[in-house]
């Protein structure tokens, strides 16, 4: 019998509500490769919708939304060669929002014209040597908006290992635009954006540039004219993006950039004449690649939103007001997200995420909706808190010894949804979230309460993970500790309970039984060696037949022995080596089951290299039982004074139900297991 046994703790951490909270992310697919979002309200309807830009489709698709912050009837609509970003900009000047992207391999930043009503036309393709990225603002300060690419240097001998241009494109709110003079930074920029870093009341230009391992410095000297580049190293770092804005509250504009090498994430604060020193550095997850900069938690200073590329577990860095980092959260955003966005979708006066998702498996757009934490009366500034979740305990067999699937287990007081965060991982065997994804490094967020668990074969023991259960906030969380207890059956006395239906089978690591077995039961069926067996039993609920056969192993010839009566005194009641019409395994059929009773399925090799994987079939009668549990030794649903009474009879001995914890003795231990775990199995 095996015990999946949660023991929990519930400790309340000190509430900061500086912490906020999403519902789990929607998906809604988009071409290949998305990489790059923006937000406006692109069909003026009155709600945000969203674009996001697809590399491998070379197309933009437009999600509208549908007021309630769900997104309908996506559209493609065609842009230049493996466009990497999306920006929105009114290029002609008549209220509504067009479209800007980088076209990467077609050298080429595409205008896409919008008709008022969400649809867009290609109208202009501005030539732009391999453009890596674009953004919008009134770079000259004349009142029109402008367009600023980020390309390779054409006319560079090598311009892939050469400095790249920042291009500079003023327009004139007719749609047109103007080529200015560009600006030399470093090799490969990935991302960029304007703002006075001087003082001077110009604006200038910081990019992040991820071959040189540099941060460029452009300033401007006038309204369309810049001085030479100041190049901030940053290796063995390698900048991926940028933001620019006012950190520490000193009145000047600083830098906050992302290492995409090493992942990690950078302050760079100004002394107010564009000298920069590094000031902050964390320690964010793998190929960070994209970051908001918002008041997040409301306390009148900015914080980070990161995003990335190589990882499930995103990050919110809260500021102290000073350029440090004082708390972090994490959240759970799947699909290699690439650049985030920010906006409320819903309307309810909370922004939400968007993300651009990288992988093949699932391109397009995640959309993660804020809300509201659901609070208890009592303690707080307001008289009342967000209550801590309630763990509990579970006790449940396992029907496979193969693979273990878990529900964690949680409950929500004031009736928010939980989430659930694994924090540590067994020392052996695999983990794997419902999604079939393997958990190799913590903390992981699921996404959702299920997990499948696989022993390593012929481990016997316990092992141990554990999870958090969130409610609502993440500073709020019970720490659980999971402990497994898997007996491999290799022996009777560790018999794995099974039930009808397809079982899993594995004698990789199996030992021979010393077992007796009468193959004259079954002369003439080739029953062999039962080589490196292993053991189940099947629980009687109802008088009928059981037919039981070994015809889904394939990777090794399988024989069958069954039997009645305890591990202490086994009598053979059936056998089988070779079966016609079971590709050559065995195939058993008990046509007198007996109600209340135990059988023993013992299932082996023909030959001493006779071992491997795959399935036995189990039928018999349709009648349930009622669901049994930990030392529930009468299946009859609960732990109660037949179970006590059974361990008593059988003090002492060696073998047999009564000893729980398979020691080889039967003994207090188990007398304490059936009361620790007295009453109802569904309790």
Not at 612 to 626: K, L, N, W, Y
Request: glycine share 10%.
């Amino acid at each position: 019998m095996y015990l999946l046994h949660l023991f929990y703790t519930i400790g309340l951490a000190n509430i900061a509500f500086s912490d906020v909270r999403f519902d789990t992310e929607i998906q809604y697919p988009a071409g290949g490769n998305s990489t790059g979002v923006c937000t406006a309200d692109f069909d003026n309807d009155g709600d945000i919708d969203v674009a996001i830009v697809n590399r491998t489709s070379n197309t933009v698709t437009v999600l509208y939304n549908d007021s309630t912050g769900a997104f309908i009837n996506p559209t493609d609509f065609a842009t230049g060669v493996n466009p990497r970003y999306v920006e929105a900009i009114d290029l002609d000047n008549d209220g509504d929002v067009d479209l800007c992207t980088p076209d990467y391999y077609g050298h080429t930043t595409s205008l896409l014209e919008n008709d008022g009503l969400g649809n867009f036309t290609l109208v202009q393709q501005l030539d732009t040597f391999t453009p890596a990225f674009v953004w919008i603002d009134d770079l000259d300060l004349d009142g029109h908006e402008d367009i600023i690419v980020l390309h390779w240097d054409g006319d560079a001998k090598n311009p892939q290992n050469s400095p790249s241009n920042m291009q500079p494109f003023y327009g004139n709110s007719d749609g047109t635009f103007e080529r200015g003079s560009f600006a030399h930074v470093g090799v490969q920029p990935r991302a960029g954006q304007s703002a006075d870093v001087n003082g001077d009341g110009l604006l200038d230009v910081v990019v992040a540039d991820i071959y040189s391992q540099t941060i460029s410095v452009v300033l401007a000297i006038g309204k369309r004219e810049w001085e030479e580049r100041i190049s901030i190293p940053m290796a063995p770092g390698a900048p991926r993006y940028i933001k620019l804005g006012d950190f520490d509250n000193d009145s000047d504009i600083d830098i906050a950039a992302l290492d995409k090498l090493r992942g990690y994430f950078w302050i760079l604060t100004n002394d107010g004449n564009a000298q920069f020193t590094l000031h902050e550095t964390i320690k964010v997850n793998d190929a960070p690649h994209s970051m908001v900069v918002h008041d997040i938690d409301k306390d009148g200073d900015v914080d980070f939103l990161i995003t990335h590329v190589g990882s499930e577990s995103q990050f919110i860095l809260y500021s102290d007001g000073n350029a440090k980092i004082n708390s972090t959260q994490m959240l759970a955003i799947t699909g290699g997200p690439a650049e985030v966005r920010i906006a409320d979708f819903n309307s309810d006066g909370m922004f939400d995420i968007v993300t651009a998702c990288t992988n093949f498996s699932h391109p397009g757009a995640n959309v993660l909706l804020q809300r509201e934490c659901l609070v208890c009366d009592g303690l707080g500034d307001h008289g009342e808190f967000v209550c801590p979740p309630i763990t509990n305990d579970i006790n449940r067999q396992s029907s496979s010894y193969t693979s273990i699937e878990v529900e964690l287990q949680g409950e929500s007081i004031a009736g928010n949804s939980l989430s659930y965060i694994v924090t540590s991982l067994p020392e052996t065997g695999d983990v794997k979230d419902s999604t079939g994804t393997r958990i190799t490094s913590v903390p992981y967020y699921l996404p959702n309460s299920y997990l499948k668990y696989t022993p390593e074969f012929g481990f016997v023991g316990l092992e141990t993970l554990h999870y958090r259960v969130n409610d609502c906030l993440l500073s709020n969380e019970s720490l659980v500790s999971f402990q497994i207890n898997i007996p491999f059956p290799d022996e009777c006395s560790s018999a794995q309970q099974i039930f009808n239906g397809y079982v899993d089978v594995s004698t990789m690591f199996a030992t021979n039984s010393f077992d007796e077995y009468d193959s004259t039961q079954c002369e003439g069926t080739n029953l062999g060696e039962m080589a490196k067996d292993v053991w189940f039993f099947y629980y009687a609920c109802e008088s009928g037949e059981l037919r039981i056969d070994s015809c889904g192993i394939d990777s090794f010839d399988a024989d069958i022995v069954v039997y009645s009566g305890s591990c202490c005194g086994l009598k053979q009641i059936a056998c089988n080596g070779d079966t016609q019409d079971c590709g050559g395994n065995s195939s058993i059929i008990i046509d007198q089951l007996v109600a209340g009773t135990e059988y023993f399925i013992r299932v082996g090799g023909t030959y001493w290299d006779s071992f491997g994987t795959g399935e036995i079939f189990i039928d018999g009668p349709s009648v349930s039982c009622i669901d049994s549990c930990f030392a529930d030794l009468t299946y009859d649903g609960a732990v109660n004074v037949s179970d006590f009474l059974i361990v008593l009879d059988n003090w002492g001995n060696a073998c047999g139900d009564a000893d729980l914890n398979i020691d080889g003795i039967v003994n207090v231990v188990d007398l304490l297991a059936v009361i620790g775990t007295w009453g109802s199995c569904g309790d």
